[in-house]
């Protein structure tokens, strides 16, 4: 069965940084693109950056890029999320996703909270 | 950016009765390469990520049960719940992946009348 744990959120201020991991299970990890989408609570999803299996080809939504990198270890099964120059409009929760056309598997999220 | 509108915003339905939810997109999703519709829907429950239901518009995912089901193409796409049941009761999302940025819809309620 194929698991995602997202993990690495908290509290942080603004302008601050924080990594978000995603540690895959129960597939080949690195034959997948994989993708992290964000909700802010109570709201819509929205897709934030994927990047493709050997990590080459990476892109962001418009409001990430240039602050927000993404990563991947594939020997480590594990997906990054490094989030800096954070803003209050950067609180969501955070999931990743297996794929980059539809997203057939989830993690749980993990919520970040961008507040002085 | 492809914008993703969803109608209504919720929906309230007898117990066994259909839901219907649209998902219009601001330009066509149709692949000339594939003469696939890029859209996908997904469920989601309070308190748990996103379930996928639907890819390519109409083609359900593995283990989803066939009362759901999609249809539509180009800019105009509609999810079925045939004979609603309690454990239906969730945020469905429409998604495009014909283009980056992949956008979502808004979300619809669907609840029990």
């Known amino acids: 069965e194929v698991y995602l744990v997202d993990s690495g959120g908290g509290l942080v201020q603004p302008g601050g940084s924080l990594r978000l991991s995603c540690a895959a299970s129960?597939?080949?990890?690195?034959?997948?693109?994989m993708t992290w989408v964000r909700q802010v609570p109570g709201k819509g999803l929205a897709w934030v950056a994927h990047?493709?299996?050997?990590?080459?080809?990476?892109e962001f939504v418009d409001s990430v890029r240039g602050r927000f990198a993404i990563s991947r270890d594939n020997a480590k099964n594990s997906l990054f999320l490094q989030m800096s120059r954070l803003r209050a409009d950067d609180t969501a929760v955070y999931y990743c996703?297996?794929?980059?056309?539809?997203?057939?598997?989830w993690g749980q999220g993990t919520l970040v909270t961008v507040s002085s | 950016d492809i914008v993703m509108t969803q109608s209504p915003d919720s929906l309230a339905v007898s117990l066994g009765e259909r839901a219907t939810i649209n998902c219009k997109t601001s330009q066509s999703v149709l692949s000339s390469s594939s003469n696939k519709n890029d859209l996908a829907w997904y469920q989601q429950k309070p308190g748990q990520p996103p379930k996928l239901l639907i890819y390519w518009a109409s083609t359900r995912e593995s283990g989803v049960p066939d009362r759901f089901s999609g249809s539509g193409s180009g800019t105009d796409f509609t999810l079925t719940v045939n004979s609603l049941q309690a454990e239906d009761v969730a945020v469905y999302y429409c998604?495009?992946?014909?283009?980056?940025?992949?956008?979502f819809g808004q979300g619809t309620k669907v609840d029990i009348k």
């Open positions: 990047i493709n299996p050997d990590g080459s080809e990476k």
């Open positions: 998604q495009q992946f014909y283009t980056t940025p992949r956008t």
């Open positions: 129960g597939f080949t990890f690195s034959d997948y693109w």
């Open positions: 996703a297996r794929g980059h056309w539809w997203f057939e598997a």
